[in-house]
């Protein structure tokens, strides 16, 4: 079957630890795309990356750093300079960047908890 | 920059009962729109979204919305709701020609016996 797939579904760090949050696709989309989500404020871009070995920042970047080597993979690190942590992740992607019918489709997401 | 408001962090209907989720977005230009539905600790799954074209969409699930133009809206209803239907619904909007999308906050659409 083809989809996103994340991993792991809940991570658990300490403060000052650097964590990677796994994002893979098998749909042969060019684009994917990093969500923060928290309660009551809907879906925030982290990172987006539209073709291989490039990405820009979105809205939140700070603290978190992204690469895109291969087509289907876009790894997302959440580093210690990001204050706060704590939230749910969405991983998604897309056919192609500007097209007509671009739905994005999503991962199941991480939840992480910085203990 | 682009803006989607969604009036109402939750709303509460009774099964049976008619389903109304509204949708306000800003845009110079016609835009496209999406919703979609987040059921507890998943992901988010496309409900429906407008390109171009007829101005009511039907989508999954029995849902179905309608793009007006003059009021900027694209509101999603449903004549009878089913308790499955209880979820998170978010609308998003996304300018042709980019790739990225802004979300709204989402309504908590709550549905009781």
């Known amino acids: 079957d083809g989809g996103i797939t994340q991993s792991p579904k809940y991570l658990f760090r300490k403060e000052g630890q650097n964590v990677t949050l796994s994002c893979e696709q098998n749909l042969n989309h060019d684009a994917m795309y990093w969500y923060r989500q928290d309660p009551g404020q809907g879906l925030r871009l982290i990172y987006y990356?539209?073709?291989?070995?490039?990405?820009q920042k979105g809205d939140i970047a700070e603290g978190y750093s992204v690469s895109r080597e291969k087509k289907e993979s876009f790894p997302l690190t959440v580093t210690s300079a990001q204050k706060n942590p704590t939230a749910f992740y969405l991983c998604a992607s897309s056919l192609n960047s500007g097209g007509r019918y671009n739905e994005q489709f999503f991962g199941p997401g991480t939840r992480l908890t910085v203990l | 920059a682009q803006s989607v408001t969604q009036l109402g962090s939750h709303v509460s209907v009774s099964e049976g009962a008619l389903v109304l989720l509204r949708c306000n977005y800003s845009?110079?230009?016609?835009?496209?729109l999406f919703w979609y539905v987040q059921y507890p600790n998943q992901g988010l799954q496309l409900l429906l979204k407008?390109?171009?074209?007829?101005?009511l969409v039907k989508g999954i699930n029995g849902f179905e919305a309608e793009f007006k133009k003059s009021e900027t809206s694209f509101h999603l209803t449903k004549p009878s709701a089913h308790m499955s239907d209880a979820a998170e619904y978010f609308c998003?909007?996304?300018?042709?020609?980019?790739?990225?999308?802004?979300f709204g906050k989402g309504t908590m659409l709550l549905v009781s016996p």
């Open positions: 845009s110079s230009v016609p835009p496209y």
């Open positions: 990356s539209q073709i291989v070995n490039d990405f």
């Open positions: 998003a909007v996304r300018d042709s020609g980019y790739s990225t999308l802004t």
């Open positions: 407008y390109t171009t074209g007829a101005t």
